[in-house]
């Protein structure tokens, strides 16, 4: 559907500017905020006898 990159945009914009507002609470980088491409939510798997 492709509503994740202006989600994860509005994010890392919402992350930056929390950083500069207080850099002191940040030990380190913020998350890779990059779109990650097609993914598969529960995948069909094969039964399996239990």
């Given at each position: 559907?492709?509503?994740?990159?202006?989600?994860?945009?509005?994010?890392?914009?919402?992350?930056?500017?929390a950083r500069q507002?207080?850099?002191?609470?940040?030990?380190?980088?913020?998350?890779?905020?990059?779109?990650?491409?097609?993914?598969?939510?529960?995948?069909?798997?094969?039964?399996?006898?239990?």
């Open positions: 559907r492709g509503e994740d990159r202006a989600l994860l945009k509005q994010r890392d914009k919402l992350y930056r500017s507002a207080h850099p002191e609470r940040w030990s380190g980088r913020t998350r890779n905020w990059q779109p990650e491409g097609p993914v598969t939510l529960n995948p069909d798997r094969e039964k399996q006898a239990a």
